[in-house]
């Protein structure tokens, strides 16, 4: 072989190996090419995502802001009218002492009145008998003279004044719904008493062979040591008869 044809051949050879290493290098850059488009795609996703998930995340911060101060709102209205109901509490107390307070004056002033009704009929009888004697008409009575002054007007301010305020009467569909809702509870104590009570009764157990720990009375196998349960009195087999 001559020289210039070894020369082509490797120079064939040689643009063959370039025109492979080429087509390699194509193909290599056509793989990065689509693996960078996909690992992109996939990147714009995650991106958007985020950004959705980041807008979900300041628009829940909102609302929980939101939540919070309505529920500080709440609590301020709620302690306004612990505070209102606290007021009303202790005024109602002192009502009640005071209304006892006035009862007790009441009734002081009312036996004083009596008694000094006592005094006063015994008086009036014998100046009237003195006036009789002297030839005057008798004096009226207190009641003729002025009502409120009769003891029987004081007997009934008295009944009036012990007389208490009735609370105000519950509507009957409340009243209804108390009754039912108490009869319920009232049921469901008996169901709770009577699950009680059978929940106490044990199983029948009996003791295992092997571990000797009590196991249930019908259990094939001990759950403890696996041993298969035989009973103490087997029954014996029956023998065949002879035909």
């Not at 090419?33 to 995340?57: C, G, P, S, V």
């Not at 202790?90 to 002081?108: C, G, R, W």
């Not at 004083?112 to 009888?125: A, D, F, G, N, V």
């Not at 009944?159 to 409340?174: F, G, N, Y």
Request: proline share 5%; glycine share 0%; hydrophobic share 30%.
């Amino acid at each position: 072989m001559s020289k210039r044809s070894c020369a082509n051949s490797r120079a064939s050879r040689r643009s063959d190996w370039q025109k492979k290493k080429k087509k390699k290098k194509n193909r290599m850059q056509d793989v990065c090419r689509k693996i960078y488009r996909n690992k992109t795609l996939q990147m714009e996703k995650i991106k958007a995502r985020l950004k959705a998930e980041f807008e979900a995340l300041e628009s829940e911060e909102r609302h929980l802001k939101e939540y919070k101060q309505e529920m500080d709102l709440l609590l301020q209205e709620k302690m306004a009218h612990v505070e209102e109901l606290r007021l009303i509490h202790a005024d109602i107390n002192v009502m009640e002492n005071t209304i006892k307070q006035s009862e007790n004056d009441l009734n002081k002033l009312l036996e004083s009145t009596r008694r000094l009704h006592e005094e006063y009929k015994p008086l009036k009888e014998h100046v009237d008998a003195l006036r009789m004697t002297l030839g005057l008409q008798r004096l009226p009575d207190l009641c003729e003279e002025e009502e409120k002054l009769s003891l029987d007007y004081f007997e009934k301010q008295k009944a009036e004044w012990q007389t208490e305020p009735q609370e105000p009467p519950i509507p009957e569909s409340l009243a209804a719904a108390a009754a039912a809702a108490q009869q319920l509870q009232v049921a469901r104590k008996q169901d709770t008493r009577q699950t009680a009570t059978f929940r106490q009764q044990p199983p029948p157990m009996k003791a295992c062979l092997s571990c000797h720990q009590q196991i249930h009375r019908n259990a094939p196998i001990c759950p403890l040591c696996k041993a298969k349960s035989r009973s103490r009195n087997p029954k014996k087999p029956k023998r065949k008869q002879d035909e």
